[in-house]
């Protein structure tokens, strides 16, 4: 049988900060607002001329490097993002530009904060199959240039960033496999998080060429954060019933960094230990489909998470959007 493994990992998080201080100065906010309701200290912020494909390659190399795996040994590149380079082509072909490979198929996911849970549940199948053997999956974001910095209750949330995975196939489970993936999507709930421009829709619009476009980030954050919360539950329930697995078997749960606060209020829902799940929101502020990568290559980074242990990613995005994977680190 095929098994797919997480054979390298890498991130990026640009150069320049802004902190809750320098919020302060921005919008009616303070830091310590801040941090009471996001757990968010800093985040960081991606250089006027630095483009999600661009973050995309600095974490995708330094993956590369730890799989040793050259680029031209990858059969597919997975890109989840929802502010790309351009509408075309899509960021994933420029990242396959800026690797000085071709003749490799690349996509663009779209589906927000969930995008790269998605993405490794695809590069899951194609390995397990047989289609392929290494597959790269990333997850970047510039989010600045879609936050409205004079709303006090989105732009204290998001920062830029990005994290890779290279995914490998391999006949040995106990180097990696993945046990549980389940991908879930609720079109009715698109209004609690959305961005109205650009698109179809706004384009029929008579203002849409006045400079009218409303391009930033809304979210109607109470409803967000309940259906978060009652998404992560029961990702997590149901991974351990179809797996059979007991909470003690999951040894580490890496969370999309939405908010410190969802994070704690699932642990106290569940009664899964706050000292097994990866918290990273402090200094990176949600990176939407680039924080599951992001945390996690910075948590084995930082020794946490070893090899051979299990994980569990749990995910939610606009759309809404959600996705889980329990899978052999």
Known sequence: MNYCRISGLGYYLPEKVLTNQDLEKMVDTSDEWIRQRTGIELRHIAGEDELPSDMALKASLQALEQSQIKPEDLDFILVATLYPDQLMPNTACELQRKLGISNVPSLDISAACSGFVYGLSIASQYIQSGTYKNILVVGTETLHHITNYEDRTTCILFGDGAGAFVVSQTDDPQKGCVYHQE????????????????????????????????????????????????????????????????????????????????????????SFPEEKVIFDIKETGNTSSASIPLSMARAVEQGKIKRGQDILMVAMGGGMTSGSILLRY
């Open 183 to 270: 991908l879930q999507a609720y079109g009715d709930l698109g209004e609690l998080l959305f961005i109205s421009s650009p698109g179809a829709k706004q384009a029929a619009k008579k203002d849409f060429n006045t400079g009218k476009q409303d391009t930033y980030i809304h979210m109607d954050g109470q409803k967000v954060f309940r259906k978060a919360v009652q998404i992560m539950c029961d990702a997590y329930e149901k991974a351990l019933k179809d797996t059979g697995r007991t909470p003690d078997q999951i040894d580490w749960l890496v969370p999309h960094q939405a908010n410190e606060r969802i994070l704690k209020k699932f642990c106290k829902s569940t």
